[in-house]
């Protein structure tokens, strides 16, 4: 297992990693089996999605904060960021990414996304690759 | 790892793969692991569901179009599907199924759906099989 | 593969399953791989959230009971509980734990939930474990 380091610089954010996955499959040698990548962390995710247009995560994240909202009615968490934990829970701890011929077995417009809910701050991610 | 061809009908649509993923992990002959199933499109996820009553997945989509609409304010994405990318991240990129004895360990309500969420469109799906 | 058994006491509600996941890998003896926490039932889900504070919980069942309401318009489902089919789709149906020296690899706030959906119910789980 490896662990990578991610400074993120706004409370919502997403930051693509997918250079980050890639270098660690590299330094593993598996040439067939999955990547797993786990946020240990409950006020952020991960999650894939098109990296060609910036405007994609712009708009997930406009969505996300409208249906998301930080304040609702009866939240009684008292770090007022229960909104955090919810993104996070949803959009989901980790990916299972797919191995074969020592590369990711990405789509050709998907990226690897740690999504920051409560930022900025520092963050780790874990990767964990199982195969031959 | 083994690619599955899909054809999906509608711009909405969830597809019961099932029997495709049983198939392929015939093919491989694993009996014990896990079977990781893998949507490489932006627009498109896969989910677990009942298969029982059809009306369920009717109900799923009816509610996803009516939280998740195709125009929203502040959307900047010129291809007109942010709707699309945002359901396919929620819903999310993979499952990944339980083997045993040979076989997948499903649920008795449970069926595996390939999730079109800007079809019609030719779509494929990766399996991958970890195990012994 | 081994099965957990739940009995939950309400129709939403977040049982911490994380000693149940902790006692499965030590039965296994596997010390570096991962942890598949797998959800037989199309009502119910597996996440994972902070633990500390129950708040975080609660919140997120106000926020869920809130956006995936009981009855909706043009809901078909005979027997009542598509919110709930919606909320276990939505969440997910398992959670993919990474294991390190013998030890579930958790954040310092990280649980893992059974999140019931339309309770009260005997559930189970399944913990498939995959690794040396």
Not at 100 to 121: I, K, M, N, S, T
Request: aromatic share 6%.
């Amino acid at each position: 297992m490896e662990t990578l380091s991610i400074q993120t610089r706004r409370r919502n954010e997403f930051v693509d990693i997918t250079p980050l996955v890639r270098e660690s499959l590299r330094r593993s040698g598996v040439t067939s089996g999955i990547s797993v990548v786990y946020c240990p962390h409950t006020t952020a995710a991960i999650t894939i999605n098109e990296n060609a247009d910036p405007d994609v995560v712009h708009d997930m994240l406009a969505y996300l904060n409208r249906a998301i909202p930080k304040e609702q009615p009866d939240f009684r968490h008292g770090e007022g960021n229960s909104d955090s934990h919810i993104k996070a829970s949803l959009v989901g701890p980790s990916v299972t990414l797919l191995v074969e011929q020592g590369a990711l077995v990405l789509g050709r417009w998907q990226g690897v996304y740690f999504c920051e809910f409560d930022g900025p701050r520092s963050r780790t991610v874990h990767v964990q690759i199982l195969g031959k």
